[in-house]
């Protein structure tokens, strides 16, 4: 090789170990930008997505019900598909390999606690904690790929430029001494892995004394380790933080309750925690005592303001995070684990005071929100519970953004479809007040509640047009079924809450919610006349119930005396005689199917005129105001009249009550009529007309006391029944 210019040596000496990090800094810096700018892709992409999901559009343009089923929304079909059989108990919580983050950040120097809250105290949390974590992760990968191309490089520069090795040894000693150490210790490696060997073919005859003393050595109990926690313990810790506000007593107390709640799930770790529970009185006392202190404790160091916790003003949030966490992951836990239901109402309601603080982190909310639906659809829980948790999870949605806000009116309609399966009369208890809690929560967000409201009426809406197009005993089994009729019974209340009776207290809801009335009503008149048989009498009643409710609570015409009286001219009472029969009197609000024994027997058909009568009472009481209401109930009192004349000998107890409802119809017609002779507008004036004893209530007509009576009736008869059910 030629002898080296000077210049080279030069440039050698003085520019060389610059120009190799500037290189490395500017292959760094590629490699940075390259992912950052994947990242900008992927966060584009969601954008777009969420996007296209702010641009959701109504139901304006559908005409028809066809048109309506036929509209596209994205990933409608596969949940519908999913909204029977999934399960939110048996979801897999994905957080749980993280909960231990949140409680090492509490496992550092108690020192080093108090001078952080100096330091915070002239800082403000920052935001993309996250993406410089990332970043630290990339330079550090990249340094390893920088080190192996250099690794390389210096060796090929060792064998061609001899020279310029010994100018390197020269000044440059270090970066030699770490390649050639790199260097043997993979060959020590190789050396290492032929000594095992060796070892191993010929001293097989010492393994066999060494699984002895391994398994010797296994029998010997190991000593439990952590700090005793005792009753004198837990209440020192209580007096620092209630009289000087000790973060070091605090921490300390809530890494006690994270070894209580891990008691019995992850034993393997809570054997090398910090602090160990014995006794059942010590972990009644421990989980007390930071269920009780930590509200407070967490409101002095981080305050809460109108709902909320302002990170940014407030000056110890750095510090207060990670207990927040742990807390939350130990709270989680032990919810979990608990069976008795006054313990977890008190879990619930202590949990209350903490929601601003769940809210501020969206992977503890998600999990909290999984953890409330559970217990709403458990059957193992009472009432009091359920009520707790939807009053949980409408302060959830009042603070949490709105993923969570979606993620929990999700999860309450489909935990109340999935538990809806009506197996006796004292299930419809539970499931009422499950579908009373759903339409409270759907009360909390307009515009979420109108999208799920969309969705969900339109998989219906599908599910009937195909069985409307396949007419097969399997279609007709997927409408026929009690979570499809509740599916269709939670809508109905949803409506009729919020475009009716509560209408005037949220009038922005009631307006972003009226046009699904439509789609609806279309959607329970197709699923009444799917089997028009007499065996799905009861189902048909059910669907004839929500229309009324829809029609009296908003105050829009449905026709449902036709589809009442189809009922009564059906061939079972007709021409069809009744089959004697000694059963016991059948409640219909338990079925929707007749059971076998029931059919074509005077027990069941009576059961059926009781309640035909009941809607047809409360029909003309929905109407019984309405200006027209003379010439409007005159076709169905003619069609009633002729069913009596023709069949009433056989059914002589009914026949006189349908002679009394007659009477109490006729009644009210004179009174619209003398009320009707004191207007002073026209028939075309429809706001008068609209207007037409506004304020007389129906209940208050005659027809209207007519019907209360017969509900009345009915729900003393109901109650009976109840009674003896649970007797038996």
């Given at each position: 090789m030629g002898k080296v210019k000077k210049t080279t040596r030069k440039f050698n000496q003085k520019h060389l170990k610059t120009e190799l990090e500037r290189r490395n800094k500017n292959k760094k810096a590629q490699q940075l930008s390259k992912k950052r700018e994947l990242k900008k892709k992927k966060r584009s992409a969601n954008a777009d997505t969420d996007d296209e999901a702010d641009g959701f559009t109504g139901i304006e343009a559908v005409d028809e019900l066809a048109g309506f089923a036929e509209s596209t929304l994205k990933d409608a079909d596969a949940d519908m598909n999913k909204f029977i059989e999934s399960?939110?108990?048996?979801?897999?919580?994905?957080?749980?390999?993280?909960?231990?983050?949140?409680?090492?950040?509490?496992?550092?120097?108690?020192?080093?606690?108090?001078?952080?809250?100096?330091?915070?105290?002239?800082?403000?949390?920052?935001?993309?904690?996250?993406?410089?974590?990332?970043?630290?992760?990339?330079?550090?990968?990249?340094?390893?790929d920088d080190e192996d191309t250099f690794k390389k490089e210096f060796e090929a520069m060792k064998r061609k430029d001899p020279e310029f090795f010994e100018f390197m040894k020269k000044n440059d000693p270090g970066s030699l001494k770490i390649l050639e150490q790199s260097s043997d210790e993979e060959e020590g490696d190789d050396d290492d892995d032929d000594e095992f060997q060796s070892q191993a073919d010929g001293n097989s005859s010492n393994s066999e004394d060494q699984d002895v003393d391994m398994v010797d050595s296994s029998k010997t109990p190991t000593k439990p380790s952590g700090v005793l926690v005792t009753v004198g313990l837990l209440d020192g810790w209580e007096k620092e933080i209630k009289q000087s506000h000790s973060i070091k007593a605090f921490k300390q107390l809530l890494l006690a309750f994270y070894s209580a709640s891990h008691m019995e799930s992850e034993g393997a770790k809570t054997a090398n925690s910090v602090y160990r529970i014995e006794g059942m009185k010590i972990f009644n006392k421990t989980v007390s005592t930071a269920i009780r202190v930590a509200p407070a404790a967490f409101g002095h160091l981080a305050p809460v303001a109108n709902g909320k916790v302002d990170k940014k003003k407030s000056k110890k949030w750095n510090v207060v995070?990670?207990?927040?966490?742990?807390?939350?992951?130990?709270?989680?836990?032990?919810?979990?684990?608990?069976?008795?239901?006054?313990?977890?109402?008190?879990?619930?309601?202590?949990?209350?005071?903490?929601?601003?603080?769940?809210?501020?982190?969206?992977?503890?909310?998600?999990?909290?929100?999984?953890?409330?639906?559970?217990?709403?659809?458990?059957?193992?829980?009472?009432?009091?519970?359920?009520?707790?948790?939807?009053?949980?999870?409408?302060?959830?949605?009042?603070?949490?953004?709105?993923?969570?806000?979606?993620?929990?009116?999700?999860?309450?309609?489909?935990?109340?479809?999935?538990?809806?399966?009506?197996?006796?009369?004292?299930?419809?208890?539970?499931?009422?007040?499950?579908?009373?809690?759903?339409?409270?929560?759907?009360?909390?967000?307009?515009?979420?509640?109108?999208?799920?409201?969309?969705?969900?009426?339109?998989?219906?809406?599908?599910?009937?047009?195909?069985?409307?197009?396949?007419?097969?005993?399997?279609?007709?089994?997927?409408?026929?079924?009690?979570?499809?009729?509740?599916?269709?019974?939670?809508?109905?209340?949803?409506?009729?809450?919020?475009?009716?009776?509560?209408?005037?207290?949220?009038?922005?809801?009631?307006?972003?919610?009226?046009?699904?009335?439509?789609?609806?009503?279309?959607?329970?008149?197709?699923?009444?006349?799917?089997v028009p048989t007499a065996k799905y009498f009861p189902l048909r009643i059910h669907c004839i119930n929500q229309l009324l409710r829809l029609s009296s609570a908003t105050g829009i015409y449905i026709p449902l005396l036709p589809m009442i009286i189809e009922v009564l001219e059906s061939p079972e009472f007709l021409s069809r005689r009744p089959v004697k029969s000694t059963l016991k009197p059948l409640m219909l609000e338990s079925h929707l199917k007749v059971p076998r024994e029931y059919e074509h027997t005077r027990v069941y058909l009576e059961v059926v005129l009781e309640n035909v009568f009941g809607l047809l009472a409360d029909g003309f009481a929905s109407q019984s105001v309405r200006i027209a209401f003379p010439e409007w109930s005159v076709p169905a009192i003619l069609q009633l009249r002729r069913w009596r004349k023709r069949v009433g000998a056989s059914w002589s107890r009914f026949s006189k009550q349908l002679q009394g409802l007659l009477e109490k119809i006729d009644q009210t017609s004179r009174l619209i009529q003398q009320q009707r002779s004191k207007v002073d507008f026209a028939p075309s004036n429809l706001s008068g007309a609209n207007q037409f004893m506004q304020d007389f209530s129906p209940e208050k007509t005659p027809v209207g006391q007519y019907a209360a009576s017969l509900r009345k009736i009915r729900a003393q008869q109901r109650a009976i029944l109840v009674e003896a059910e649970v007797e038996n």
């Open positions: 399960d939110v108990e048996n979801e897999d919580d994905s957080n749980d390999s993280t909960d231990d983050e949140d409680v090492a950040a509490l496992l550092g120097d108690d020192d080093e606690d108090e001078d952080s809250e100096e330091a915070d105290s002239n800082t403000q949390s920052s935001e993309g904690d996250g993406d410089e974590e990332e970043d630290a992760i990339d330079d550090a990968d990249s340094e390893f995070q990670a207990l927040v966490k742990s807390y939350l992951t130990s709270l989680l836990e032990l919810l979990k684990q608990m069976s008795d239901p006054t313990m977890i109402q008190y879990l619930i309601k202590e949990s209350e005071r903490m929601v601003p603080y769940i809210a501020c982190f969206v992977r503890h909310t998600r999990a909290f929100v999984k953890e409330l639906l559970r217990l709403f659809g458990s059957p193992a829980v009472d009432d009091g519970v359920r009520i707790l948790v939807l009053l949980s999870l409408r302060q959830l949605v009042s603070l949490a953004p709105s993923e969570v806000t979606d993620m929990a009116l999700k999860g309450i309609y489909l935990t109340y479809v999935r538990h809806s399966n009506v197996k006796n009369i004292s299930s419809l208890t539970t499931i009422q007040l499950m579908r009373n809690c759903g339409v409270e929560l759907y009360g909390a967000d307009a515009k979420a509640s109108y999208q799920h409201g969309f969705v969900y009426i339109r998989q219906l809406a599908i599910h009937l047009r195909n069985s409307m197009q396949l007419h097969s005993k399997e279609s007709f089994r997927a409408i026929y079924n009690w979570q499809f009729i509740n599916s269709l019974n939670f809508w109905t209340e949803v409506l009729a809450t919020y475009c009716g009776d509560r209408a005037e207290e949220k009038p922005e809801l009631c307006a972003t919610l009226e046009s699904l009335v439509y789609p609806l009503t279309q959607i329970v008149l197709g699923v009444v006349r799917l």
